[in-house]
């Protein structure tokens, strides 16, 4: 990969990160896809993160324990809070405190020894669940304090945070990952999956995903445990 641009790609193993990784590929960049084991009770999603970076040929993958269960304060990461299944308003009881500041230094740690002047993640402001660091806002601010706290940076080598996904409503995501030949069927979205997968249907990322695919007239590629009705 000689001469290849390099890029750090957080994957989740869902429907955004996944077309993440296809348009940063597209793009011409070699993906070194980082995924976290942060006590999620959704670990399914770990499964299918593997299944997409070997699909998409990313130049590698790694999971990174961080262990965010030791805090809790979440539903996806303390099992006495329950995942919600209606839709609700505000910050809701999914949002894991600082998650998407924490990955974001570790993706920017490794970014630095690969001499990689680019991160790539899924947030969006459109379809983003009222999480407050899915902001362009957010992501600008981060960016900015990258370029001031890192070796790179001082040095002139500007870091940039890559949110290719911000505007997009999740059927357009949807209609562009199906372009780029991303394999929906291999991604995990639901905040409460089983061992294998399957999606529960009610919670409020599949309310979302199955939206996207009926929105852009896309089957939905979606395991459930039951029929969504």
């Known amino acids: 990969m000689s001469g290849t641009r390099r890029a750090v790609i957080l994957l989740s193993g869902g429907l955004d990160s996944a077309t993440v990784l296809a348009i940063a590929r597209s793009s011409g960049f ?30 590698e993958h790694r999971v990174f324990n961080l262990d965010l269960a030791v805090f809790g304060g979440s539903a996806l990461t ?19 405190p600082a998650r998407n500041t924490i990955m974001l230094s570790i993706a920017l740690a490794w970014a630095e020894v690969l001499e990689s002047r680019d991160i790539f993640i899924g ?25 001031l706290a890192t070796r790179a940076g001082v040095e002139g080598k500007q870091l940039r945070i890559h949110t290719p996904l911000m505007q997009l409503s999740k059927a357009q995501i ?56």
């Open 123 to 147: 947030v969006n402001a459109v379809d983003y669940s009222g999480y407050p660091d899915c902001r362009p806002e957010y992501i600008a601010a981060f960016e900015a304090m990258a370029n």
């Open 78 to 96: 303390d099992a006495n809070i329950a995942v919600p299944e209606q839709a609700s308003t505000g910050i809701p009881v999914t949002y894991v």
């Open 30 to 59: 070699a993906c070194h896809a980082l995924s976290f084991d942060y006590g999620q009770r959704h670990r399914a999603e770990l499964d299918a993160a593997a299944r997409v970076a070997a699909q998409q040929g990313a130049a």
């Open 174 to 229: 949807v209609g562009l990952g199906t372009g780029l030949g991303v394999d929906y069927t291999a991604t995990v979205s639901c905040y409460q999956a089983d061992a294998t997968g399957r999606a529960c249907g009610v919670c409020d990322a599949c309310r979302l995903r199955r939206q996207g695919f009926v929105e852009a007239g896309v089957a939905d590629a979606t395991r459930y445990v039951a029929s969504p009705g």
